[in-house]
């Protein structure tokens, strides 16, 4: 299995709070990226890395910034929690881009109430 | 924009039953195409790739063809077993530059012994 961790695994927190979901390689994949999944949407890339401070957005970026200041480690920040932002969050990586397979961590269930 | 479109699930089936699950897409260019699976309380892990048209992915029994004449990329199995109860994905991803998927929303599938 592809090494990569999420934390935290669970996370309740109230509207209007900042929330930092933090995501770890240990394969010096040069790609990550942070999606959302919710029922009848499949999941929605929110924001990508290509490199150390290299990023981007996705197809659902707002209300969500992102930080990579080391190559294992990507973070996603909720400036200001919304119930909205109720879903459960998976990072994922990838050596290429192009055709090459993407390792997706366990997830990080959130809940703004 | 990019979208994939998968088969309203859930589908029931019975062991030993065949398998199809549809996916059409809707894409410019010319795009890699795979099929993800998600196991309870797991991340997605990659089941099958296809990255030109006409292209066979196949593994544990699925199969998927590339068809760019009718923008589909179904997934196949000729004898389902209890274990492969999951959610599958359809996705497909644009060849430019970091590998962005666009997942279409998912189908559950049950197998019953």
């Known amino acids: 299995d592809a090494g990569i961790t999420q934390s935290p695994r669970h996370k309740v927190t109230e509207t209007g709070t900042p929330v930092t979901l933090r995501c770890h390689q240990t394969e010096n994949h040069r790609y990550m990226y942070w999606y959302r999944q919710d029922p009848g949407h499949g999941l929605r890339l929110i924001h990508y890395?290509?490199?150390?401070?290299?990023?981007d957005k996705g197809e659902v970026s707002d209300g969500y910034s992102v930080s990579r200041s080391k190559t294992e480690d990507f973070l996603l920040t909720l400036e200001s929690a919304t119930s909205s932002q109720t879903s459960v969050y998976f990072c994922a990586i990838s050596e290429t881009g192009d055709s090459y397979e993407q390792y997706f961590g366990p997830g990080t269930r959130l809940t703004v109430t | 924009g990019n979208s994939v479109t998968q088969m309203e699930g859930p589908v029931t089936l019975s062991e030993e039953a065949f398998l199809t699950i549809n996916c059409t897409y809707t894409a410019t260019g010319y795009p890699s195409l795979f099929w993800y699976v998600q196991y309870p309380g797991e991340g997605l892990q990659l089941l099958l790739k296809a990255t030109k048209a006409d292209d066979k992915g196949s593994n544990k029994g699925f199969e998927a063809t590339y068809r760019k004449e009718t923008t589909s990329f179904h997934l196949e199995k000729g004898s389902v077993q209890v274990s492969d109860s999951a959610v599958y994905f359809c996705a497909l991803s644009d060849r430019q530059g970091a590998q962005k998927l666009v997942f279409g929303q998912g189908t559950r599938l049950t197998i019953n012994p």
């Open positions: 890395s290509y490199g150390v401070k290299d990023t």
